[in-house]
């Protein structure tokens, strides 16, 4: 098991790093928002479960040939009141080493998860004091600010919000396709999507792979939801919309316009042939692969 192990380790940390960052430059996520994602979901688990798994096998490796028989001979042990013999305290270090990063990986992630929450909770309040309903569009609300902005507010009680700036900088069509933009990230839920790399670059900071994947992932939303709401709407309207709207939501909120704005223009005006079918389905089997692998290695009997 401790050949498992160190190839769980190596795994992890090409995943982490030199995956990452080579992803993170590619060009062809552009041509493939929705697989991209999917892959770099697949990365973040896939190199979660297996450094975290490598731990596990290479701490318990003294109790069994396998993970399963392994973790079994471990609880009968500690069933009968007595320590395993077998653990020396360098497998007991590896174990701890891992339920410690699991733990602080999962701790950052339910902070980051309830800061966002209140800080969305109060953002919400102060909308349904100052903005007011837009009878144009169910679930918009207008902000009475001069600056053109637009942004969502997700959860349960989602919002889109436009600022009167918005709607005296555009036409019909554009503030349509505003909101097309806007409801594709309510609609498929992008804030989900992000936070777990939020967490994970919270984590480790240091590893530059991780805030890599943060960035990458932003810009990919961001491309979906063009995507979509070109396909809604007059793609001049979607462009004209964006260059209006240059400014930024507020940082408790998904901003639907980024730094990279040029580039996303240019991409909507001259929009990138699709992968071919095959390669396609070939990022998403890898996707599924980088998950099931590190799983079938661990689970294995």
Known sequence: ??????????????????????????????????????????VGLGGGISLFG???????????????????AFRAE???????????PLHVGALLI?????????????VTTARTLRARRRHRDLLDIL?????????????????????CLPGRSSRLVVSAGVLDALDTPGVVAVLAHERAHLRERH????????????TAPFVRGMVCAQLAVARLIEMRA?????????????????????????????????????????????????????????VRLVAVLLVAGPLWLLLAP
């Not at 410690?100 to 992630?109: D, E, H, S, T």
Request: aromatic share 6%; glycine share 10%; charged share 15%.
């Open 1 to 42: 098991m401790e050949l498992t192990a160190l190839g769980l380790v190596l795994l992890g940390v090409v995943l982490a790093e030199p995956a990452s960052r080579a992803l993170a430059t590619a060009r062809w996520p552009g041509r493939d928002p929705v697989g991209a994602l999917l892959l770099w979901q697949a």
């Open 54 to 72: 490598a731990g596990v096998a290479f701490g318990l490796s003294p109790m069994g040939g396998s993970l399963p028989s392994a973790v079994a």
């Open 78 to 88: 500690l069933a009968t009141g007595g320590w395993p013999d077998t653990m020396d």
């Open 98 to 110: 891992a339920v410690g990063v699991l733990a602080r990986l999962l701790a950052v992630l339910l």
């Open 131 to 151: 903005a007011t309903p837009w009878p144009h569009a169910a679930g918009t609300r207008v902000l009475d600010h001069p600056v053109p902005v637009a942004y």
């Open 191 to 202: 804030d989900l999507v992000v936070l777990p790399f939020v967490a994970w670059g919270a």
């Open 226 to 282: 063009d995507d979509v709401a070109r396909r809604l709407c007059d793609p001049t309207e979607l462009v004209t919309a964006l260059k209006a709207v240059g400014g930024s939501a507020p940082a408790a909120v998904l901003s639907s316009f980024t730094a990279a704005l040029e580039a996303r223009i240019d991409r909507i005006g001259n929009p990138p042939p699709p992968l071919p079918l095959l390669v396609r389905g070939l």
